[in-house]
């Protein structure tokens, strides 16, 4: 298991776990179906998080990427 901010630009992850204690950022993240099961690519890290979750590209902070664990 490995926070989202270290895996390989390209490489399709699962997201496993998430951990934040800010309810509103679980929400964003559930919003976008960013929850334990589901696929997502990372796709840029620089200026900020780009990721892909089915055909749904968004932008994360560092501190959002952090809270996702992916395998």
Do not use: C, W
């Not at 630009?9 to 589901?38: R, Y």
């Not at 620089?46 to 809270?67: C, E, M, N, Q, W």
Request: no cysteine; net charge negative.
């Amino acid at each position: 298991m490995n926070a989202l901010s270290t895996v390989t630009i390209g490489q399709s992850q699962t997201v496993v776990h998430l951990e934040t204690d800010e309810h509103n950022v679980m929400g964003k993240l559930m919003a976008l179906g960013i929850i334990p099961g589901s696929d997502l690519i990372l796709e840029q890290r620089f200026p900020s998080y780009i990721i892909k979750v089915g055909h749904t590209r968004t932008a994360l902070d560092a501190k959002t990427a952090a809270s996702i664990f992916v395998e």
